[in-house]
């Protein structure tokens, strides 16, 4: 089985690569966070919920995703269960990725 690969990301590197590549964005914030302000065709599995790695195992485990929270933890977490579940490309969004309002 390959390793999980996993990059450390500022937010501002996180727009670049949006710009360039098309990635799997996964957001690990609570539902309510989500619906205040969202990147377009992100997918949003809370963290906190009780199935999250259960949410986590539908996803195709090839594709890349880079995964955003508030701060960065819940994505750092999220990230190291993913590594777990054999997920291949991951980006850790280290930070907010939207300005305060």
């Known amino acids: 089985m390959a390793e999980t690969i996993i990059e450390n990301i500022t937010p ?7 710009a360039q590549k098309t990635i799997e964005i996964l957001d690990v914030r609570t539902s309510e966070e989500y ?4 990147l377009p065709n992100a997918i949003n599995i809370d963290f906190y919920q009780d199935n999250f790695q259960e949410q ?5 485990p090839h594709k890349t995703y880079l995964v ?9 977490k999220a990230v190291h269960i993913m590594s777990q579940l054999h997920f291949r490309y ?5 930070g907010f990725l939207f300005p305060e309002p």
């Open 90 to 94: 991951l980006y850790n969004v280290q």
């Open 68 to 76: 955003h929270c508030r701060s960065g933890g819940r994505s750092t």
């Open 56 to 60: 986590l195992v539908k996803l195709d």
């Open 35 to 38: 619906q205040k302000q969202h």
């Open 12 to 18: 501002k590197q996180a727009r670049e690569l949006l």
